[in-house]
């Protein structure tokens, strides 16, 4: 574990190989983990709530392919607000346009970057120009397609 990982959390190496099992496969079961790593069932349940309520697992989720459910094009949109002051009340809109899958407040020359899902171009174009434009605050936007996802991981613990 490097030195700022764990921010004086109690984790252990015990907890990283968990982690680390769960990470690949989110559905692999306790038992399984607990045969492999030579503890009891018992063991992995406990060590698994205290890191839930440490706040290190924030959930658990189930992965679908935008793509195989119609949605074919993925987008990163540079945003530009008027004012920075403007950020919370734009953000409490963009929460509401279901086809933004991620959001970042960030520096450089968007005050926002986000991902966003659509079906086609004129999805697209209408999730931007009836959606996205709409929204208080936002002076303008920057898309960008995206042809192909070259890499997509969570963070290794090894």
């Known amino acids: 574990m490097s030195h700022k990982k764990a921010q004086n959390l ?11 099992i769960l ?3 989110a559905t ?5 983990i607990a045969k492999d790593l030579i503890v009891s069932g018992g063991t992995i349940h406990v060590r698994m709530k205290k890191l839930e309520e440490m706040g290190v697992i924030k959930g658990a989720n189930l992965e679908v392919d935008p793509q195989k459910l119609g949605y074919d094009i993925t987008a990163f949109l540079g945003i530009y607000l008027e004012k920075g002051s403007q950020y ?8 509401e346009i279901k086809e933004i899958v991620e959001l970042h407040y960030t520096t450089g020359e968007w005050s ?14 209408e999730v931007l ?3 996205i434009q709409s929204v208080k605050g936002i002076q303008r936007t920057e898309t960008f397609i995206s042809l192909e996802e070259s890499i997509k991981r969570q963070i290794t613990l090894d």
Do not use: G, W
Not at 112 to 125: E, G, Q, S, W, Y
């Open 129 to 131: 120009n009836e959606n």
């Open 23 to 25: 990470m690949k496969n």
């Open 112 to 125: 926002i970057f986000a991902k966003i899902v659509c079906h086609d171009t004129n999805h697209l174009r």
């Open 10 to 20: 109690e984790i252990d190496n015990l907890d990283i190989q968990i982690l680390s």
């Open 88 to 95: 919370n009340e734009a953000v409490k809109q963009l929460k």
């Open 28 to 32: 692999t079961p306790y038992t399984e």
